[in-house]
T-cell receptor, first 111, second 112 residues
Framework: EPEVTQTPSHQVTQMGQEVILRCVPI?????FYWYRQILGQKVEFLVSFYNNEISEKSEIFDDQFSVERPDGSNFTLKIRSTKLEDSAMYFC?????????FGPGTRLTVT | GENVEQHPSTLSVQEGDSAVIKCTYS??????FPWYKQELGKRPQLIIDIRSNVGEKKDQRIAVTLNKTAKHFSLHITETQPEDSAVYFC???????????FGTGTRLAVRP
């Protein structure tokens, strides 16, 4: 059964540094998403992406964040200048229709 | 925007008993309501979902009910087993390709 994959599984970075989180969505899916989950809290929507452009973004997704689909398989989330409060688990998800399937997540720790 | 509330925040049941988790949503335009199970340190896993044209859906020991008029939906797990122990999240979505708005989660513990 195909699954969403993400790399790295854990990323430690210093405040102010740039990070890129990578995702490979399920191959026939058309819609891609990034969510984040601060430890012990609910999953929060960041951004959705369809047809090579952003469909919707949340208030969290400010100018420090960007997404890209650089080729036919990868979907990336870039944080330009990380802050302590960016520490969280970042999940990529994809869907063909309604059902969204999540990747295993990248745990981002900003020190 | 959409707001999803979920109760209870924690639930402890004896193995074999039933568990019920309830959610309410605010946006009447929401049409799709999935439930996710998340084990510690793992991804949210879709376990069951329901669309607004259906009042109930069942898959083996789990079932979901939806009351669109009252804007609430519930997850029912029967004959609970220790491996059902996890955090369960409800969510709501308007349509295909839209964002999911999640509830705050319910930590279910099944005592052997």
């Amino acid at each position: 059964e195909p699954e969403v994959t993400q790399t790295p599984s854990h990323q430690v970075t210093q405040m102010g540094q740039e990070v890129i989180l990578r995702c490979v969505p399920i191959s026939n899916h058309l819609y891609f998403y990034w969510y984040r989950q601060i430890l012990g809290q609910k999953v929060e929507f960041l951004v959705s992406f369809y047809n090579n452009e952003i469909s919707e973004k949340s208030e969290i997704f400010d100018d420090q964040f960007s997404v890209e689909r650089p080729d036919g398989s990868n979907f990336t989330l870039k944080i330009r200048s990380t802050k302590l409060e960016d520490s969280a688990m970042y999940f990529c998800a994809s869907s063909e229709d309604f059902e969204q399937y999540f990747g295993p997540g990248t745990r981002l720790t900003v020190t | 925007g959409e707001n999803v509330e979920q109760h209870p925040s924690t639930l402890s049941v004896q193995e074999g008993d039933s568990a019920v988790i309830k959610c309410t949503y605010s946006d009447s335009a929401s049409n799709y309501f999935p439930w996710y199970k998340q084990e510690l340190g793992k991804r949210p896993q879709l376990i069951i979902d329901i669309r607004s044209n259906v009042g109930e859906k069942k898959d083996q020991r789990i079932a979901v009910t939806l009351n669109k008029t009252a804007k609430h939906f519930s997850l029912h797990i029967t004959e609970t087993q220790p491996e059902d122990s996890a955090v369960y999240f409800c969510a709501a979505m308007k349509g295909s390709g839209d964002k999911l708005t999640f509830g705050t989660g319910t930590r279910l513990a099944v005592r052997p």
